[in-house]
């Protein structure tokens, strides 16, 4: 069965830093894979996704994400975090014929003004 | 397009009620889902339909029903309520049953079972 691991349940930073939430999936045929964002009281947004080609996706808010097919895994990096970006990230893949998205866990992210 | 509602937003329910969650997108969608979001445990997934007339069972199904008349509708039923169903819920749709589909959200409805 497919699997998604997020590393780190709860990530606080300083605005300026950099960002890197882990994500690794266990799927061994192809994949979809996706960065969903949710802004406290809010609903899920999508952040960036990855279907084929160049393995680097960029997304919105200067958020990008590295597809390493022989490590499972598609981290997502920003290189300078704002206050405003402080929400919940969901990795999550999709590797089924039916489309159904799995999730991880999800990682709360604070960002310190 | 409105894109994905959910109706209501907020429901207080007492055990053994039933009740049924609205979803409907404007969108022309084949595949729609429902999901529970529940503290430390992401979403799962609980029922989903690849188009009208066509449903099947998602990770957590227990207590819950669904059925897809219309492209638009996809309701969410739970017959007797328990507190374990407390929870958020959310609905998604996306153009297709293939992978190659990016999935859109509902609001979410925050369900309580006292």
């Known amino acids: 069965a497919q699997s998604v691991s997020q590393h780190n349940h709860h990530v606080i930073l300083s605005e300026a830093a950099s960002l890197e939430l882990g994500c690794n999936y266990s799927y061994g045929g192809t994949v979809n894979l996706f960065w969903y964002v949710q802004y406290p009281g809010q609903h899920l947004q999508l952040l960036l996704k990855?279907?084929?080609?160049?393995?680097l996706v960029k997304g919105i808010k200067g958020f990008e994400a590295e597809f390493i097919k022989s490590k499972f895994s598609f981290n997502l990096r920003k290189p300078s975090v704002q206050w405003s970006d402080t929400a919940e990230y969901f990795c999550?893949?999709?590797?089924?014929?039916?489309?159904?998205?799995?999730f991880g866990k999800g990682t709360k992210l604070s960002v310190k003004p | 397009n409105a894109g994905v509602t959910q109706t209501p937003k907020f429901q207080v329910l007492k055990t053994g009620q039933s009740m049924t969650l609205q979803c409907a997108q404007d969108m022309n969608h084949e595949y729609m889902s429902w999901y529970r979001q529940d503290p430390g445990m992401g979403l799962r997934l609980i029922h989903y339909s690849v188009g009208a007339g066509i449903t099947d069972q998602g990770e957590v199904p227990n207590g819950y029903n669904v059925s897809r008349s219309t492209t638009e509708d996809f309701p969410l039923r739970l017959l007797s309520a328990a507190p374990s169903q407390t929870s958020v819920y959310f609905c998604?749709?996306?153009?297709?049953?293939?992978?190659?589909?990016?999935?859109?959200f509902g609001p979410g409805t925050r369900l309580t079972v006292l």
């Open positions: 990855y279907f084929s080609g160049d393995p």
């Open positions: 998604a749709s996306s153009k297709g049953q293939g992978i190659v589909n990016t999935q859109y």
């Open positions: 999550a893949v999709n590797g089924g014929s039916q489309g159904n998205l799995i």
